[in-house]
């Protein structure tokens, strides 16, 4: 929650009293009371999983956010005592610098009013801005600090930023906050993630992988066993030790039995309605990527096996057929998963901007650059997954220096002389067919070999043999608490039988319209578009594999429904009569022998 400004000012007014009556004034010099070699090496054995989750998973993907600022990222333990301190000290008054290594500490009643201890006071992140500060010694400097709990709600440290002043207040507390909050999130999910069910909510379907998103882990049950602080003001209550079903009003098989990973809507008990997402425990030996149809299988399974060995990967398909959700699913099952996955649209960018946002720039390095610089896409996919979807619509000249960055593992920011080094994985899409486009002379033959290590071309949903369940799930996806939970055989075999030009992105649109129009009653053809009740004017695909996925109700419902006229369903379906036949007979389905268009069958 964020604190007001006359709240704020209560926060310091009381921490100013409370160094009164420790007895500080003033003009005293800071106490850091740090520990002796034995004790800190002690302490510092004991928080090894708080400093790693810090330093490796934390630290990565926030550090670009504080540009050239001249700053500290300081991680203490609960009482105050800094355990590591990370980034530059240029701020730092000389006489202070031994409070700005491991083992000195932060108390209020030591040092005065500062973020680190003063948050630690209080329960709560706050900003101690250079005035602010109880000591006059310390007013060179401006600090936010945010307290971390432990799934439990136990207090367990704080991490704080601290500079002189040159970062915004805001800025500063914000980042804390987030920093805090993904902190909190990866300690809960080290603590217990293996072994139990978490379930992410958020009051938005696109903010579910943000710090900000509520996390809750629950037995098998459905009680809460941990849970983080977002989670208690999302819901408006603490979650620990209730059900789901208390929660959520939702039996826990029902809410198990949404796809796992796709959002779907819920409601909290009196709150509104909030989107959801559930995940199985991240066990040792991570769940493989996977889908009911082999096609698609089998490219999850080749693909993930690929690029943890570092080959890159192209994935071509139609527009539509779901070629980054394959990717996302490919990141949530890679051991990167903790890591960014970054989503570059080449064809979105502006092609006088694509260099810029992809390379990077420092500081001054042209007129209009941002002043502090930008670390660019590709940095930020630094040890994780960089995504380079429409790569077909990437400039000449960005494709020759993106080669340059594949074979140097390194990259060049725009007005930098300093190559970086970046270990990413490459995953590229295309829904061009990238080798013609090389035999057309539009994209670099050097470069295509380069990213297409391994080429993956996605089926057209027509040609999928799950689409009934595709069907299923994003009714379930999309569907409000309250309407209908089935589709009725109807209305499955009329989406079934579309030819699906827009692939998943369609039906996935067709069912949002549908569900919207039916309200709380069943969905009918009524509900569907015109389009999806007409014959297609011209069959969009061989319809043998269309019907593959139909089952055999499916078929003996059309065939009733065009009155048993077989010609003219196979007309519907865009098929010959032979192979209508031949599918019909596969599935034990006789139609009656009676003439049909003036012909006999
Ligand atoms: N496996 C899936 N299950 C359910 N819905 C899916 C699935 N794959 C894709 N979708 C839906 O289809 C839409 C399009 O998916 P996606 O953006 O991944 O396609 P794409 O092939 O990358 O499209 P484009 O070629 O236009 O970039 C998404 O909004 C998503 O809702």
């Known amino acids: 929650m964020a604190t007001s400004a006359s709240t704020h000012e209560l926060i310091i007014q009381a921490s100013w009293a409370r160094c009164r009556e420790h007895g500080l004034q003033a003009q005293c010099a800071p106490d850091f009371d740090c520990l002796s070699s034995a004790e800190l090496s002690s302490l510092l054995e004991r928080q090894q999983a708080l400093l790693r989750l810090t330093r490796d998973e934390v630290l990565p993907q926030y550090a670009h956010l504080l540009g050239n600022a001249s700053y500290l990222v300081m991680l203490g333990d609960a009482s105050g005592c800094l355990l590591e301190a990370w980034g530059t000290r240029r701020f730092v008054d000389p006489q202070q610098a031994q409070g700005f290594v491991a083992g000195a500490r932060w108390c209020e009643q030591r040092v005065g009013t500062n973020a680190l201890g003063t948050a630690l006071v209080c329960g709560e992140p706050i900003h101690v801005a250079q005035d602010e500060h109880f000591l006059r010694q310390n007013r060179y400097m401006a600090s936010a600090a945010a307290p971390l709990f432990d799934a439990e709600r136990r207090l367990i440290g704080v991490l704080d930023v601290a500079s002189d002043g040159y970062l915004p207040a805001a800025q500063t507390l914000g980042l804390v906050r987030m920093m805090g909050q993904s902190l909190e999130n990866r300690l809960i999910l080290a603590q217990q993630g293996d072994q139990h069910c978490r379930l992410l909510f958020n009051s938005g379907p696109d903010s579910l992988d943000s710090p900000w998103a509520g996390l809750l882990l629950f037995d098998d049950r459905g009680r809460v066993l941990a849970a983080n602080q977002r989670a208690d003001s999302l819901l408006g209550r603490d979650p620990l030790r209730h059900s789901l079903e208390q929660l959520f009003q939702i039996p826990l098989r029902q809410l198990l039995a949404h796809p796992e990973g796709q959002p779907f809507a819920l409601h909290a008990s009196g709150r509104n309605r909030l989107h959801c997402q559930w995940h199985a425990p991240r066990s040792a030996s991570r769940p493989r990527a996977s889908s009911s149809d082999p096609r698609v299988d089998k490219a999850l399974a080749q693909a993930s096996l690929l690029l943890e060995k570092d080959i890159p990967l192209l994935v071509q398909g139609e527009t539509g057929v779901g070629k980054e959700v394959f990717v996302q699913a490919l990141h949530r099952a890679s051991s990167r998963a903790g890591q960014p996955l970054v ?175 039916a309200g709380t009653q069943p969905i009918s053809a009524e509900h569907l578009p015109e389009a999806l009740l007409a014959p297609p004017a011209r069959p969009l695909e061989p319809a043998p594999t269309r019907l593959t996925s139909a089952a055999p109700g499916d078929l003996a419902s059309l065939l009733r429904s065009s009155d048993g006229n077989v010609s003219s369903l196979a007309r519907a379906l865009g098929i010959s009569r032979t192979t209508l036949y031949k599918r019909l007979r596969e599935q034990g389905i006789e139609p009656d022998n009676r003439p049909v268009d003036g012909q006999r069958c």
């Open 343 to 517: 989503a570059v649209n080449c064809a979105a960018i502006p092609a006088e901007l694509v260099e810029s946002e992809l390379f990077g720039y420092d500081k001054g390095a042209f007129t209009g650059a941002h002043h502090k610089g930008n670390p660019g896409l590709i940095r930020k996919a630094d040890q994780g997954i960089l995504f380079l979807d429409e790569i077909g619509d990437m400039p000449l000249a960005t494709q020759a220096r993106l080669l340059r960055v594949l074979q140097s593992r390194s990259i060049q920011p725009l007005g930098s002389g300093e190559p970086v080094a970046v270990d990413i994985r490459v995953v590229s899409a295309s829904n061009r067919d990238l080798a013609a486009e090389v035999q057309a002379g539009r994209f670099r033959q050097d470069l295509y070999y380069r990213i297409a290590g391994l080429v993956v071309s996605l089926p057209p949903l027509r040609e999928r043999s799950d689409q009934r369940q595709l069907i299923e799930q994003l009714h379930a996806r999309h569907r409000e608490p309250g309407q209908p939970q089935r589709l009725s055989d109807d209305v499955m075999t009329l989406l079934l039988c579309h030819p699906w030009p827009g692939n998943l992105r369609q039906l996935s649109s067709v069912m949002q319209v549908a569900l919207a129009l």
